[in-house]
């Protein structure tokens, strides 16, 4: 075992940990009222969700919390009307939030950017005007393809508030992965920007939509906007795109909020999935609304003085309801960084913790491992002492991580909050609050008014202790409400495992209830903390002059948790060598982007397949692994 653990470990880990008297005394839900909520929520949830949407405001409040007529199609707060942007703009302008920080940007190159929320209100209006004046209007889809730029999230708030639907496409896409969802979603708009800086280099960001707009349907998209982020040249075409400055200079200051009904979606999130296909999951204003602050709030445990910082790029749904939703809602102040974590050097975020004084910092167990590998020496040279509450998303997290964490960034006094939540969740589902007793490696208990629950694959429930399928049992209020132009893909999380939500994770539950996640059931790889699915990457392989047939399965990888290897056919004409193992690499990068990391390439005869000619990746991969075969992990194998 090396210093970051193994997974393994996570079976054997039973240390607990306390909080400290002054933390339980001084949070917002303490033990006894936490017992309070479960209590409401189990034998009344919709209550407890209707009380969580009363904290927020509406134009008009809901007929019924939730109809389930027409399950899985669930309805959250139906008859009601809102705005998210409301709730995360326009009310705060009425309180002493008006001049408070909402947004804290620094740029790699140190330059830094704050927004109060009064001038982050005027500046979404501004540009809201200049959408509306481009001839979008509610239900159009506008496509930001963005680095973490305050116009990332200044656009993504101005298409809200006019009701237009965003969806934000991570940087780190290809052209041609970018061009997929562009298609997928029908975007009228694209959002970008001239470049970015990362790793101490100008990435140009405007020639790769460029690119993938010349095999885009050329009359979805009439307009981009581009920000001048790096000056790097760009070629503007006339009439379809404009410089973001130009479009706002001359905007007034307020624009309307339109008032939108409950369930008009308020973004799309592709992820990857089972297919080739990335899936677009639709997320809407109100339920997704009361999900987000009521979770945020008491996870982290939002006090007016917090500075908030999740490390998540917008491009993620993390991004979006914990850099973006979530903390404005809270009326707290979220802090967003451009470029990369060891830029100049290893001590980057520690750097920014310590100057702005952040108080909350929530991030990915890849990126804790890979600070880990650089030693505490970093973490030595700074101030820490303004932070009271870590957290971690994406993976499960070692105990080797988890405890390095706790110790060298939290003094052994700041609780490390396992949020267990997918894109599809929209909100934490399995989290502990700072109260709770943790064990190192386990996101705890289910949230009020979350029922979770580990299964065999008939639905049973398994002993615990014992590995199962994670599933949810009743919807929730930030659940997504559908996919985009694909409502059988929908139904397919309720139906294989009948009445049941099928999360896709394996995992179990302890003696004392603790949920212990342990990774994918599917064939989805989570490459540091985001989700490719293997389909989607032999479908790239597939697309290559050489291969014949492939099969992808995921291997362990140290820092990145998990990474792609694939077994390559190739056509009889073709010498498999070292050239062809590079090219194949350059080839999955310009069709996946960056994301799809892959570790190694091993060429074959042939593959084994079932009776109907389906590679069997759990094969290959229990003899890599040197693993049993017929374990969960290859469910989406069976004929
Ligand atoms: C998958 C969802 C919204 C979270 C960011 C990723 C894994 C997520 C945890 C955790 C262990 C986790 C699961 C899940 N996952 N959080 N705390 N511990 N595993 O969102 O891309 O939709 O991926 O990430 O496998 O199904 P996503």
């Given at each position: 075992m090396d210093q970051f653990g193994t997974l393994d470990n996570l079976l054997q880990e039973e240390r607990v940990f306390r909080p400290l008297p002054q933390l339980v005394i001084e949070a917002n839900v303490n033990p006894q009222e936490l017992e309070a909520h479960r209590r409401m929520a189990g034998h009344d949830p919709?209550?407890?969700?209707?009380e969580a949407a009363d904290e927020l405001d509406w134009f008009k409040k809901w007929d019924q919390v939730l109809d389930d007529s027409d399950a899985p199609f669930y309805k959250w707060f139906p008859g009601s009307r809102c705005n998210i942007v409301y709730n995360c703009l326009d009310r705060h302008i009425e309180t002493y939030n008006k001049n408070k920080l909402a947004l804290i940007w620094e740029g790699e190159p140190g330059d830094s950017r704050k927004y109060t929320y009064f001038e982050l209100y005027r500046e979404v209006n501004r540009v809201a005007n200049a959408l509306r004046s481009l001839g979008i209007g509610k239900g159009d889809r506008i496509v930001i393809y963005m680095p973490p730029l305050p116009e990332t999230v200044i656009s993504m708030l101005a298409a809200a508030k006019i009701g237009a639907i965003h969806?934000?496409?991570?940087?780190?896409?290809?052209?041609?992965?970018?061009?997929?969802?562009?298609?997928?979603?029908?975007?009228?708009?694209?959002?970008?920007?001239?470049?970015?800086?990362?790793?101490?280099?100008?990435?140009?960001l405007k020639e790769t939509v460029d690119e993938a707009l010349v095999g885009a349907c050329a009359d979805c998209v009439d307009s981009m906007i581009v920000v001048r982020r790096c000056k790097v040249g760009v070629d503007m075409t006339d009439g379809r795109d404009f410089w973001y400055e130009d479009l706002i200079r001359n905007e007034r200051n307020i624009s309307p909020t339109e008032v939108m009904d409950a369930?008009?979606?308020?973004?799309?999130?592709?992820?990857?999935?089972?297919?080739?296909?990335?899936?677009?999951?639709?997320?809407?204003?109100?339920?997704y609304m009361v999900g987000v602050h009521r979770t945020l709030n008491h996870v982290f445990d939002i006090k007016p003085t917090d500075i908030f910082w999740c490390t998540a790029d917008p491009g993620w749904v993390t991004g979006h309801s914990a850099v973006v939703y979530g903390p404005l809602m809270a009326g707290t102040t979220t802090l967003m960084y451009e470029g990369h974590p060891n830029y100049p050097q290893a001590d980057r975020l520690w750097n920014i913790v310590a100057k702005y004084g952040v108080t909350i910092f929530y991030t990915a167990p890849t990126m804790i491992r890979m600070l880990m590998r650089f030693?505490?020496?970093?973490?030595?040279?700074?101030?820490?002492?303004?932070?009271?509450?870590?957290?971690?998303?994406?993976?499960?997290?070692?105990?080797?991580?988890?405890?390095?964490?706790?110790?060298n960034i939290g003094r052994n006094e700041c609780p490390v909050l396992d949020t267990w939540w997918q894109t599809e969740t929209g909100m934490f589902m399995i989290s502990p609050l700072p109260i709770s007793l943790l064990k190192p490696g386990s996101v705890t208990k289910t949230l009020p008014g979350v029922e979770a629950d580990i299964v065999d694959r008939d639905g049973n429930p398994v002993p615990a202790g014992k590995g199962g399928l994670l599933v949810l049992k009743r919807p929730w209020p930030a659940m997504m409400t559908g996919m985009w132009n694909d409502p059988d893909r929908y139904r397919e999380y309720w139906e294989k495992i009948p009445g049941m939500y099928f999360a896709g994770d394996v995992a179990r539950k302890d003696e004392d209830g603790y949920f212990w996640i342990q990774g994918r059931a599917d064939d989805v790889l989570n490459i540091a903390g985001h989700r490719i699915g293997t389909a989607e990457m032999e479908a790239a392989f597939g697309a290559h002059r050489a291969v014949h047939e492939c099969g992808v399965i995921g291997v362990p990888d140290t820092i990145k948790g998990e990474a792609a290897k694939a077994f390559i056919v190739v056509r009889p004409e073709v010498e498999p060598d070292d050239e062809l193992i590079k090219d194949l690499k350059r080839h999955i990068r310009n069709e996946l982007g960056p994301v799809a990391v892959i570790k190694s390439i091993e060429f074959r005869d042939n593959l084994p397949k079932t009776r109907s000619g389906k590679i069997m990746r759990r094969v290959l991969k229990a003899e890599e692994l040197g693993h049993e075969i017929g374990d969960l992990t290859g469910l989406e194998d069976e004929d």
């Open positions: 919709l209550g407890y969700w209707e969806s934000v496409v991570f940087a780190g896409f290809s052209a041609k992965a970018l061009r997929q969802r562009i298609n997928d979603a029908q975007a009228k708009l694209v959002v970008t920007a001239d470049g970015f800086y990362r790793n101490g280099q100008i990435m140009p369930d008009d979606p308020l973004f799309l999130m592709y992820t990857s999935g089972t297919t080739g296909q990335p899936k677009g999951i639709v997320h809407s204003h109100a339920g030693g505490i020496q970093y973490t030595r040279q700074h101030d820490l002492s303004s932070l009271r509450l870590l957290g971690s998303v994406g993976e499960p997290i070692s105990p080797e991580a988890w405890i390095w964490l706790y110790k």
